[in-house]
T-cell receptor
Framework: NAGVMQNPRHLVRRRGQEARLRCSPMKGHSHVYWYRQLPEEGLKFMVYLQKENIIDESGMPKERFSAEFPKEGPSILRIQQVVRGDSAAYFC??????????????FGPGTRLTVT | GENVEQHPSTLSVQEGDSAVIKCTYSDSASNYFPWYKQELGKRPQLIIDIRSNVGEKKDQRIAVTLNKTAKHFSLHITETQPEDSAVYFCAASPLGGGGADGLTFGKGTHLIIQP
Protein backbone atom coordinates (compact mmCIF):
# COMPACT_ATOMS: atom_id res chain seq x y z
CA ASN A 1 0.00 0.00 0.00
CA ALA A 2 1.83 3.07 -1.25
CA GLY A 3 1.97 6.00 1.09
CA VAL A 4 1.36 9.63 0.24
CA MET A 5 3.31 10.55 -2.89
CA GLN A 6 4.66 13.96 -3.75
CA ASN A 7 6.53 15.20 -6.77
CA PRO A 8 8.84 16.64 -7.56
CA ARG A 9 10.97 16.05 -4.48
CA HIS A 10 13.13 19.04 -5.29
CA LEU A 11 12.16 22.06 -7.35
CA VAL A 12 14.27 25.06 -8.26
CA ARG A 13 12.59 28.14 -9.65
CA ARG A 14 13.80 31.63 -10.46
CA ARG A 15 12.00 34.61 -8.99
CA GLY A 16 8.84 35.35 -10.95
CA GLN A 17 8.33 31.81 -12.23
CA GLU A 18 5.51 29.47 -11.31
CA ALA A 19 5.86 26.41 -9.08
CA ARG A 20 3.52 23.44 -9.28
CA LEU A 21 3.62 20.85 -6.52
CA ARG A 22 1.73 17.57 -6.79
CA CYS A 23 0.34 15.27 -4.15
CA SER A 24 -1.30 11.87 -4.51
CA PRO A 25 -2.99 10.77 -1.27
CA MET A 26 -2.82 7.28 0.15
CA LYS A 27 -5.13 4.83 -1.56
CA GLY A 28 -8.64 5.24 -0.24
CA HIS A 29 -7.94 8.62 1.38
CA SER A 30 -10.17 11.49 0.28
CA HIS A 31 -8.88 14.31 2.49
CA VAL A 32 -5.74 16.25 1.54
CA TYR A 33 -3.86 18.89 3.53
CA TRP A 34 -0.94 21.11 2.56
CA TYR A 35 1.65 22.43 5.01
CA ARG A 36 4.73 24.60 4.69
CA GLN A 37 7.86 24.11 6.76
CA LEU A 38 10.57 26.71 6.96
CA PRO A 39 14.08 25.66 8.07
CA GLU A 40 14.28 24.92 11.81
CA GLU A 41 10.55 25.53 12.24
CA GLY A 42 7.36 23.58 12.64
CA LEU A 43 4.76 22.94 10.00
CA LYS A 44 2.22 25.63 9.16
CA PHE A 45 -1.19 24.61 7.87
CA MET A 46 -2.09 26.09 4.50
CA VAL A 47 -5.18 24.41 3.04
CA TYR A 48 -7.50 21.43 3.46
CA LEU A 49 -9.27 19.92 0.46
CA GLN A 50 -11.61 17.11 -0.39
CA LYS A 51 -12.30 16.00 -3.94
CA GLU A 52 -13.27 19.10 -5.97
CA ASN A 53 -13.76 21.18 -2.82
CA ILE A 54 -11.65 23.53 -0.75
CA ILE A 55 -12.78 23.03 2.84
CA ASP A 56 -10.43 25.40 4.69
CA GLU A 57 -7.86 27.72 3.13
CA SER A 58 -7.38 29.92 6.16
CA GLY A 59 -3.63 29.30 6.25
CA MET A 60 -2.93 30.06 2.62
CA PRO A 61 -1.68 33.49 1.49
CA LYS A 62 -4.42 35.36 -0.37
CA GLU A 63 -2.23 36.18 -3.34
CA ARG A 64 -0.12 33.99 -5.63
CA PHE A 65 -1.09 30.72 -3.91
CA SER A 66 -3.86 28.37 -5.02
CA ALA A 67 -4.75 24.73 -4.51
CA GLU A 68 -7.02 22.20 -6.13
CA PHE A 69 -7.95 18.55 -5.78
CA PRO A 70 -9.74 17.53 -8.98
CA LYS A 71 -12.05 14.58 -9.36
CA GLU A 72 -9.29 12.73 -11.20
CA GLY A 73 -5.59 13.10 -10.56
CA PRO A 74 -3.42 14.50 -7.81
CA SER A 75 -3.89 17.57 -5.67
CA ILE A 76 -1.93 20.56 -6.96
CA LEU A 77 -0.47 23.44 -4.97
CA ARG A 78 0.39 26.30 -7.32
CA ILE A 79 2.57 29.26 -6.45
CA GLN A 80 2.67 32.02 -9.02
CA GLN A 81 5.44 34.60 -9.38
CA VAL A 82 7.58 32.94 -6.72
CA VAL A 83 9.76 35.04 -4.42
CA ARG A 84 12.76 34.03 -2.30
CA GLY A 85 10.55 33.88 0.80
CA ASP A 86 8.61 31.01 -0.77
CA SER A 87 11.67 28.76 -0.41
CA ALA A 88 10.60 26.02 2.01
CA ALA A 89 9.60 22.39 2.26
CA TYR A 90 5.98 21.82 1.29
CA PHE A 91 4.35 18.75 2.75
CA CYS A 92 1.12 17.14 1.78
CA UNK A 93 -0.86 14.87 4.13
CA UNK A 94 -3.94 12.72 3.69
CA UNK A 95 -6.45 11.17 6.06
CA UNK A 96 -8.95 8.31 5.66
CA UNK A 97 -12.69 8.81 5.21
CA UNK A 98 -13.42 6.85 8.39
CA UNK A 99 -15.34 8.87 10.93
CA UNK A 100 -13.23 7.95 13.95
CA UNK A 101 -9.89 8.20 12.10
CA UNK A 102 -10.55 11.08 9.73
CA UNK A 103 -8.24 13.33 11.74
CA UNK A 104 -5.21 11.00 11.45
CA UNK A 105 -2.93 12.68 8.94
CA UNK A 106 -0.15 10.83 7.11
CA PHE A 107 2.52 12.87 5.42
CA GLY A 108 4.25 12.62 2.09
CA PRO A 109 8.03 13.05 1.64
CA GLY A 110 7.68 16.73 0.81
CA THR A 111 8.77 18.99 -2.03
CA ARG A 112 11.74 21.21 -1.29
CA LEU A 113 11.29 24.43 -3.22
CA THR A 114 14.27 26.67 -3.76
CA VAL A 115 13.78 30.09 -5.32
CA THR A 116 16.91 31.63 -6.77
CA GLY B 1 -7.26 30.40 16.44
CA GLU B 2 -5.36 27.63 18.13
CA ASN B 3 -1.85 28.24 19.52
CA VAL B 4 0.44 25.36 20.53
CA GLU B 5 3.53 25.91 22.66
CA GLN B 6 6.16 23.17 22.93
CA HIS B 7 9.04 22.76 25.41
CA PRO B 8 11.92 22.25 25.49
CA SER B 9 13.27 23.19 22.07
CA THR B 10 16.26 20.90 22.61
CA LEU B 11 16.50 17.89 24.92
CA SER B 12 19.63 15.81 25.45
CA VAL B 13 19.36 12.57 27.45
CA GLN B 14 21.62 9.60 28.09
CA GLU B 15 20.79 6.43 26.23
CA GLY B 16 18.47 4.34 28.39
CA ASP B 17 17.04 7.32 30.25
CA SER B 18 13.54 8.74 29.79
CA ALA B 19 12.60 11.82 27.80
CA VAL B 20 9.57 14.03 28.35
CA ILE B 21 8.31 16.70 25.95
CA LYS B 22 5.48 19.02 26.96
CA CYS B 23 2.93 21.00 24.98
CA THR B 24 0.18 23.43 25.86
CA TYR B 25 -2.69 24.55 23.67
CA SER B 26 -5.08 27.48 23.82
CA ASP B 27 -8.34 26.36 22.19
CA SER B 28 -10.51 24.37 24.59
CA ALA B 29 -12.42 23.02 21.57
CA SER B 30 -9.40 21.00 20.42
CA ASN B 31 -10.02 17.29 20.72
CA TYR B 32 -7.23 15.51 18.87
CA PHE B 33 -3.54 15.62 19.79
CA PRO B 34 -1.04 13.75 17.59
CA TRP B 35 2.73 13.53 17.95
CA TYR B 36 5.05 13.34 14.97
CA LYS B 37 8.69 12.32 14.67
CA GLN B 38 10.76 13.89 11.91
CA GLU B 39 14.26 12.79 11.04
CA LEU B 40 16.51 15.15 9.11
CA GLY B 41 15.26 15.59 5.56
CA LYS B 42 12.42 13.11 6.02
CA ARG B 43 8.66 13.28 6.31
CA PRO B 44 6.90 13.74 9.68
CA GLN B 45 5.76 10.33 10.93
CA LEU B 46 2.76 9.89 13.19
CA ILE B 47 4.01 8.00 16.24
CA ILE B 48 1.12 8.27 18.68
CA ASP B 49 -2.06 10.29 19.18
CA ILE B 50 -4.65 10.87 21.86
CA ARG B 51 -8.22 12.08 21.81
CA SER B 52 -9.92 14.16 24.46
CA ASN B 53 -11.98 11.30 25.86
CA VAL B 54 -8.80 9.57 27.04
CA GLY B 55 -6.29 10.74 29.64
CA GLU B 56 -3.38 8.48 28.74
CA LYS B 57 -2.30 6.20 25.93
CA LYS B 58 0.71 3.92 25.69
CA ASP B 59 2.43 2.11 22.84
CA GLN B 60 5.51 0.15 23.88
CA ARG B 61 8.14 2.70 24.97
CA ILE B 62 6.03 5.71 24.04
CA ALA B 63 3.19 7.19 26.08
CA VAL B 64 1.14 10.35 25.86
CA THR B 65 -0.85 12.04 28.63
CA LEU B 66 -3.54 14.68 28.29
CA ASN B 67 -4.89 17.12 30.86
CA LYS B 68 -7.86 18.88 29.28
CA THR B 69 -8.50 21.09 32.29
CA ALA B 70 -4.98 22.52 32.20
CA LYS B 71 -4.83 22.29 28.38
CA HIS B 72 -1.55 20.47 28.23
CA PHE B 73 -0.30 17.14 26.92
CA SER B 74 3.02 15.38 27.10
CA LEU B 75 5.06 12.75 25.27
CA HIS B 76 7.05 10.27 27.32
CA ILE B 77 9.73 8.04 25.82
CA THR B 78 11.25 5.43 28.12
CA GLU B 79 14.50 3.45 27.67
CA THR B 80 15.66 5.82 24.96
CA GLN B 81 17.74 4.45 22.10
CA PRO B 82 19.97 6.17 19.50
CA GLU B 83 17.28 5.78 16.83
CA ASP B 84 14.98 7.96 18.94
CA SER B 85 17.13 10.96 18.00
CA ALA B 86 14.96 13.24 15.85
CA VAL B 87 12.75 16.32 16.02
CA TYR B 88 9.40 15.68 17.68
CA PHE B 89 6.35 17.83 17.01
CA CYS B 90 3.13 18.00 18.96
CA ALA B 91 -0.06 19.20 17.30
CA ALA B 92 -3.68 19.96 18.07
CA SER B 93 -6.77 19.74 15.95
CA PRO B 94 -9.88 21.82 16.54
CA LEU B 95 -12.23 19.02 15.67
CA GLY B 96 -11.32 15.36 15.86
CA GLY B 97 -13.86 12.74 16.78
CA GLY B 98 -15.42 12.59 13.35
CA GLY B 99 -14.33 15.94 12.00
CA ALA B 100 -11.13 16.96 10.29
CA ASP B 101 -9.21 20.15 9.76
CA GLY B 102 -5.67 21.43 9.59
CA LEU B 103 -3.35 20.68 12.48
CA THR B 104 -1.68 23.42 14.51
CA PHE B 105 1.88 22.36 15.30
CA GLY B 106 4.32 23.24 18.03
CA LYS B 107 7.76 24.45 17.00
CA GLY B 108 9.37 21.09 17.70
CA THR B 109 11.81 19.52 20.14
CA HIS B 110 15.19 18.31 18.96
CA LEU B 111 15.80 15.14 20.98
CA ILE B 112 19.43 14.04 21.20
CA ILE B 113 20.26 10.64 22.65
CA GLN B 114 23.79 10.60 24.05
CA PRO B 115 25.53 7.20 23.85
Amino acid sequence: NAGVMQNPRHLVRRRGQEARLRCSPMKGHSHVYWYRQLPEEGLKFMVYLQKENIIDESGMPKERFSAEFPKEGPSILRIQQVVRGDSAAYFCASSPPVWDRVDEQYFGPGTRLTVT
Amino acid sequence: GENVEQHPSTLSVQEGDSAVIKCTYSDSASNYFPWYKQELGKRPQLIIDIRSNVGEKKDQRIAVTLNKTAKHFSLHITETQPEDSAVYFCAASPLGGGGADGLTFGKGTHLIIQP
